[in-house]
T-cell receptor
């Protein structure tokens, strides 16, 4: 399955600032996803990063708050904009596995907003 | 929409068997995944069921009943390293994306 490198692994940010999270995959993949995992909770899909077009956002998530880039088939970024303490969470990218039915996840970015 | 329920916590003894149930109500269902997530780590794929029945993979087995909206993950011969959160995820039929349950934290005791 694909190997995903996600950066940064963790960060502490001031409220009102923005953080960009990078996701690099070692092979070309069609589908890339961004999830949020709030403390003690499960994963919630934020959006699907589409190569060559705008990301597709799930209900409750908007582009102004979570702009996404997908310049090619191996790379994507998620920006958490104008952060507040409620944005403190783990953010994970995910891709479809090429050889199985599963989805592979990056190791996550643990964000704390103070 | 999706409504996915699984128990919050379970505790079992090393060497024992534990069954984690997952019930779901969904407007469109394609298949069901189980993931394992150790604290501070990424979820890792365990199983995928699309047809009714039992899928066995070593110490782990997963069962699906589409008509009942029910699945379970069976962990046999429990080891300490099996202490983790187990996530049930439904794959939507319209776009194949995943909706996750809240996860079941399994603690294995000696």
């Amino acid at each position: 399955s694909a190997v995903i490198s996600q950066k940064p692994s963790r960060d502490i940010c001031q409220r009102g600032t923005s953080l960009t999270i990078q996701c690099q995959v070692d092979s070309q993949v069609t589908m890339m996803f961004w999830y949020r995992q709030q403390p003690g909770q499960s994963l919630t899909l934020i959006a699907t990063a589409n190569q060559g077009s705008e990301a597709t956002y799930e209900s409750g998530f908007v582009i102004d708050k979570f702009p996404i880039s997908r310049p090619n088939l191996t790379f994507s970024t998620l920006t958490v904009s104008n952060m507040s303490p409620e944005d403190s969470s783990i953010y994970l990218c995910s891709v479809e596995s090429q050889n199985t039915y599963g989805y592979t996840f990056g190791s996550g970015t643990r964000l704390t907003v103070v | 929409g999706q409504n996915i329920d699984q128990p919050t916590e379970m505790t079992a003894t090393e060497g024992a068997i534990v069954q984690i149930n997952c019930t779901y109500q969904t407007s469109g269902f394609n298949g069901l995944f189980w993931y394992q997530q150790h604290a501070g780590e990424a979820p890792t794929f365990l199983s995928y069921n699309v047809l009714d029945g039992l899928e066995e993979k070593g110490r782990f087995s997963s069962f699906l009943s589409r008509s009942k909206g029910y699945s379970y993950l069976l962990l046999k011969e429990l080891q300490m390293k099996d202490s983790a959160s187990y996530l049930c995820a439904v794959q939507r039929s319209n776009d194949y994306k995943l909706s996750f349950g809240a996860g079941t934290t399994v603690t294995v005791r000696a």
